[in-house]
């Protein structure tokens, strides 16, 4: 069935450093993709989306491309700040929004 | 504009106890959502509700698990007897269309952190 899958967590990074989150889904067709985000505390937010092959997605310095060949929708940031700990959740949606576990990032000053 | 509210924000009963939760949509949202999203993973969909009806309702545990949207707007979701297994947060979104726009954004609310003992 439909899935998605992140990479494992937490991952810890110092301030300024390059973050990757790996996302890759299995799904019917060809869903569009999401990345949401989870601050302490708060519900989830839409972070930046793709809806079609080749698609990136941006949004405050985060960047995701939608690979259709490797069914990936990695997520980019080139320099983390503190106030970017958080959890990432990937998503991806055919009929209905499936969720990856989630990355819980925590960024040091 | 106002978000997706939700109440209670934390809730802790007994097992076997019922509670329920409520949720008020973005206004003008025609679809409703009720997800479970237990400690560690991400959320999973247990309701959706396209104005008053019901869309997919294919992952609620419904000898336990009941929601309703009577006029459309907010919705109410109830666990009766309430289990160990649903402690957990449960999250409300909504969104403008939902049926079958792939594209549609989902606005989240806080959630209600339920525990049960």
């Known amino acids: 069935g439909d899935s998605v899958t992140q990479m494992e967590g937490p991952v810890t990074l110092s301030e300024e450093a390059f973050l990757t989150i790996n996302c890759t889904y299995t799904?019917?067709?060809?869903?569009?993709l999401f990345w949401y985000v989870q601050y302490p505390g708060e519900g989830l937010q839409l972070l930046l989306k793709?809806?079609?092959?080749?698609d990136k997605g941006s949004n405050k310095g985060f960047e995701a491309t939608y690979r259709k060949e490797t069914t990936s929708f990695h997520l980019e940031k080139g320099s983390v700040q503190v106030s970017d700990s958080a959890v990432y959740f990937c998503a991806h949606m055919g009929g209905k929004l499936i969720f990856g576990q989630g990355t819980e990032l925590s960024v040091k000053p | 504009e106002a978000g997706v509210a939700q109440s209670p924000r934390y809730k802790i009963i007994e097992k076997r106890q019922s509670v329920a939760f409520w949720c008020n949509p973005i206004?003008?949202?025609?679809?409703l959502y009720w997800y479970q999203q237990i400690l560690g993973q991400g959320p999973k969909l247990l309701i959706q509700f396209q104005n008053n009806g019901v869309v997919d309702d294919s992952q609620l545990p419904k000898d336990r698990f009941s929601a309703e949207r009577l006029k459309g707007v907010d919705s109410t979701l109830k666990i009766q007897p309430a289990k160990l297994e649903d402690s957990a947060v449960y999250l409300c979104?909504?969104?403008?269309?939902?049926?079958?726009?792939?594209?549609?954004?989902?606005?989240f609310g806080p959630g209600t952190r339920l525990t049960v003992l």
């Open positions: 793709a809806t079609k092959a080749d």
């Open positions: 206004s003008g949202h025609a679809t």
């Open positions: 799904a019917t067709g060809y869903p569009s």
């Open positions: 979104a909504s969104s403008l269309v939902g049926l079958l726009r792939g594209t549609d954004t989902q606005y």
